[in-house]
């Protein structure tokens, strides 16, 4: 079996990585953009590195048929100051990137796509004391707006060609070495000054 992790040589798909190899998948590849596997320095030798773009669908199209994944983490993005400053890449990257994968893992039967969405899907306007499934979502961020069409295109995905589709909308993410914009920088400012 192998796993494919779009954003594989991220923050989150680094760690992801690592814990599917202590869980004892012995297939795991990475798909990114980025040249440097230096988050992953460490476990290199025990996993498959595939260079690419995802708002390229031939890249992503060639990364499923050489890998043949019988699921896709589907991480990879650009995040949300990046996506703010210029919409024509974020559309690129996390709409049509996305679609890409989407698309590929029905083309190549993919039983399951897991996608990296955010709590930027939602507006400053919630006014629930908790949040569910039917809490309506307003993004006030261009990034948010790409990860909610994310979302939606999954579900499609899943009713109209039953993929195993599964989304998580992760808060601010915050860890040793992530240099974040915007409203997560107070947290890593305040972990570094505190430290």
Not at 7 to 13: A, D, E, K, Q, R
Not at 73 to 92: E, I, K
Not at 131 to 136: A, E, G, K, R, S
Not at 140 to 150: M, N, V
């Amino acid at each position: 079996m192998v796993i494919l992790i779009t954003g594989g040589t991220g923050f989150i798909g680094a760690e992801v990585v690592r814990l599917l190899l202590r869980e004892g998948e012995k297939r795991v590849a990475v798909f990114h953009i980025s040249p440097s596997i230096k988050r992953l320095e460490d476990v290199a030798d025990q996993v498959e590195v595939v260079r690419g773009d995802l708002g390229n669908f031939s890249h992503v199209l060639n990364a499923v048929q050489s890998t043949k994944p019988s699921v896709i983490f589907h991480l990879g993005a650009m995040t949300s100051v990046p996506s703010d400053a210029d919409p024509a890449a974020a559309m690129q990257t996390n709409v049509m990137g996305t679609f890409h994968v989407l698309e590929a893992a029905r083309l190549y039967e993919v039983p399951q796509v897991l996608f990296s969405s955010s709590i930027g899907t939602y507006g400053l306007d919630i006014r629930e004391n908790v949040i569910d499934d039917y809490t309506l979502q307003r993004p006030e961020i261009f990034y948010g707006a790409t990860k909610l069409f994310g979302e939606h295109m999954g579900l499609f995905y899943r009713r109209e060609y039953g993929l195993d589709f599964r989304g998580l909308r992760y808060p601010s993410i915050v860890g040793p070495g992530v240099r974040a914009l915007g409203g997560a920088q107070y947290t890593l400012l305040y972990l570094h000054h505190s430290g």
